[in-house]
């Protein structure tokens, strides 16, 4: 069965610190890639997207996530973490074939910052 | 402009009920989704609609879990005989196309079954 990995389930940084969170898939074909972002109190919503080309994709709040193929990664980045950047991230893929909308999801890496 | 929205917020079963968990997406999504993320864990697919048909149900974990949407907009998932694993958020998302991969996530229904 197809699976995605977060290698870091809790993360505690101090602000200013950089920030990488790694998140590894199973499945060999075209997929889709997310990091879905969780503040405290907070729904789902949407931090960045892959589909197909660039493979380094800049998202909101100075977030980046790099997709290489060969390794069937989807790293998060922030170089300098802030106070209010303390949430539950989540990893997402959608194997791209058919009718496929579902997501299958990492377990999550929760991150506290320090002021 | 409103979001996806959930209802009831929070939810208590005893064990046996049966219950009714709402959704309504945002409008003129077409293509709607229900995932259930148990407590430390990411969130798991259960069932998507388009429009009205239910074209992936591979999710639901036995046949007591039942999703409809009868006029294409609003969906319930129902639970009958409620049993203490089904204790769960439920979230709901919905995307604009058939085509569009981004899901707009409502704020989950909490499910807890005593």
């Known amino acids: 069965a197809q699976s995605v990995s977060q290698h870091n389930h809790h993360v505690i940084l101090s602000e200013a610190a950089s920030l990488e969170l790694g998140c590894n898939y199973s499945y060999g074909g075209t997929v889709n890639l997310f990091w879905y972002v969780q503040y405290p109190g907070q729904h789902l919503q949407l931090l960045l997207k892959y589909f197909s080309g660039d493979p380094l994709v800049k998202g909101i709040k100075g977030f980046e996530a790099e997709f290489i193929k060969s390794k069937f990664s989807f790293n998060l980045r922030k170089p300098s973490v802030q106070w209010s950047d303390t949430a539950e991230y989540f990893c997402a893929v959608n194997q791209n074939a058919g009718n496929n909308r579902k997501l299958i999801w990492g377990l999550g890496t929760s991150l506290a910052v320090n002021p | 402009g409103a979001g996806v929205s959930q209802s009831p917020r929070y939810k208590v079963a005893k064990r046996g009920q049966d219950v009714a968990l709402r959704c309504d997406p945002i409008s003129g999504h077409v293509s709607l989704f229900w995932y259930q993320q148990a407590l430390g864990q990411g969130p798991e697919f259960l069932t998507y609609?388009?429009?009205?048909?239910?074209?992936?149900k591979s999710g639901l974990p036995s046949d007591r879990f039942f999703a409809e949407r009868p006029e294409g907009s609003v969906s319930t998932l129902k639970i009958q005989r409620t049993q203490q694993e089904d204790s769960a958020v439920y979230l709901c998302?919905?995307?604009?196309?058939?085509?569009?991969?981004?899901?707009?996530f409502g704020p989950g229904t909490r499910l807890t079954v005593t």
């Open positions: 998302a919905s995307s604009l196309a058939a085509g569009a991969y981004e899901q707009y």
């Open positions: 609609f388009q429009n009205e048909a239910q074209l992936d």
